[in-house]
Antibody, heavy 119, light 110 residues
Framework: QVQLVESGGGVVQPGRSLRLSCVASGFTFSTYGMHWVRQAPGKGLEWVAGIWYDGSNKYYADSVKGRFTISRDNSKKTLSLQMNSVRAEDTAVYYC????????????WGQGTTVTVSS | QSALTQPPSASGSPGQSVTISCTGTSSDVGDYNYVSWYQQHPGKAPKLMIYEVTKRPSGVPDRFSGSKSGNTASLTVSGLQAEDEADYYCTSYAGSNHVVFGGGTKVTVL
């Protein structure tokens, strides 16, 4: 079935780096845009970054621009988020999500991976 | 881009209807017909319920409907059921390849 599985979360110190991954299955990964969306503890959802189906264009929320990098490997059906210079406010559950039709509609979500930034 | 404004809570009895508003600006909700709604149960991933203001993905009951007027979009849940108790989030495309979320509305079935 159509599925997204995130991994890579954990506890990281402020200022350090972490890399999240999301493996897709059950659909043609290379034909869909993909996104990362996060949710801080007890808070609402926040879009983080998005990438075109072929990786040619990438977009970031102002809160992470210059620190996070989204990428994808279509041969491995994998979406990644490289998180550098992390801050306490980056603590959240990070979800990867499929874009229905390139219009920022998230029709398939993973189960999420938790990132905690703490010293 | 600022977050969209949603009421923090809404409630209704089983069988009744509840409507959740989502207020943005002329730069997001008012400018694009790309408003979506997501349902999230505690500890679970969000689920797409409505997209492009009024469209329902396959499998979403027709009790869920969306609309928009000016800078405000709305989600209506008719015939409330116990399983509809959840948090609901709206989103809108905001131009420049950005999307904004609402703060979320907790729906309680009384």
């Amino acid at each position: 079935q159509v599925q997204l599985v995130e991994s890579g979360g954990g506890v990281v110190q402020p200022g350090r780096s972490l890399r999240l991954s999301c493996v897709a299955s059950g659909f043609t990964f290379s034909t869909y845009g993909m996104h990362w969306v996060r949710q801080a503890p007890g808070k609402g959802l926040e879009w983080v970054a998005g990438i075109w189906y072929d990786g040619s264009n990438k977009y970031y929320a102002d809160s992470v621009k210059g620190r996070f990098t989204i990428s994808r490997d279509n041969s491995k059906k994998t979406l990644s988020l490289q998180m550098n210079s992390v801050r306490a406010e980056d603590t959240a559950v990070y979800y990867c999500a499929r874009d229905l039709a390139g219009i920022f509609v998230f029709d398939i979500w993973g189960q999420g991976t938790t990132v905690t930034v703490s010293s | 881009q600022s977050a969209l404004t949603q009421p923090p809570s809404a409630s209704g009895s089983p069988g009744q209807s509840v409507t959740i508003s989502c207020t943005g600006t002329s730069s997001d909700v008012g400018d694009y017909n790309y408003v979506s709604w997501y349902q999230q149960h505690p500890g679970k991933a969000p689920k797409l319920m409505i997209y492009e203001v009024t469209k329902r993905p396959s499998g979403v009951p027709d009790r869920f409907s969306g609309s928009k007027s000016g800078n405000t979009a709305s989600l209506t849940v008719s015939g409330l059921q116990a399983e509809d108790e959840a948090d609901y989030y709206c989103t809108s495309y905001a131009g420049s390849n950005h999307v904004v979320f609402g703060g979320g509305t907790k729906v309680t079935v009384l």
